[in-house]
């Protein structure tokens, strides 16, 4: 199974990012896919989830109205659109994808994407 964040970068105040989650070895379209980030000398928090039924997505408070995330099945990516970045959104981006049953449990998280937002 592999996980693949990209799209992190350096980016002004006010700017956009797009980061992308590649998978591969899941029934991708059976994956709850989420991210989440964690800043230095954080916990890391959830920034917004998509459920493999592809429902309205959740978000986390501090990043709602600015970013969207969205999948596609058929290229087993999930993206996360990040606008009007801050300061306080600079972190290291991870992509987790999860599915659940009565008997199982699933989960698998990518090595992560920095995101770093400075003028």
């Known amino acids: 199974v592999q996980v693949v964040e990209s799209g992190g970068g350096l980016v002004q105040p006010g700017g956009s990012l797009r980061l992308s989650c590649a998978t591969s070895g899941i029934t991708f379209s059976s994956y709850d896919m989420s991210w989440h980030r964690q800043a230095p000398g954080k916990e890391r928090e959830l920034v917004a989830v998509i459920t493999s039924a592809g429902g309205t997505p959740n978000y986390g408070d501090s990043v709602k109205g600015r970013f969207t995330i969205s999948r596609d099945n058929t290229k087993n990516t999930v993206y996360l659109q990040m606008n009007s970045l801050k300061p306080e959104d600079t972190a290291v981006y991870y992509c987790?994808?999860?599915?659940?049953?009565?008997?199982?449990?699933?989960?698998?998280w990518g090595q992560g994407t920095q995101v770093f937002v400075s003028s």
């Open positions: 987790n994808a999860r599915r659940t049953g009565r008997f199982f449990d699933r989960d698998f």
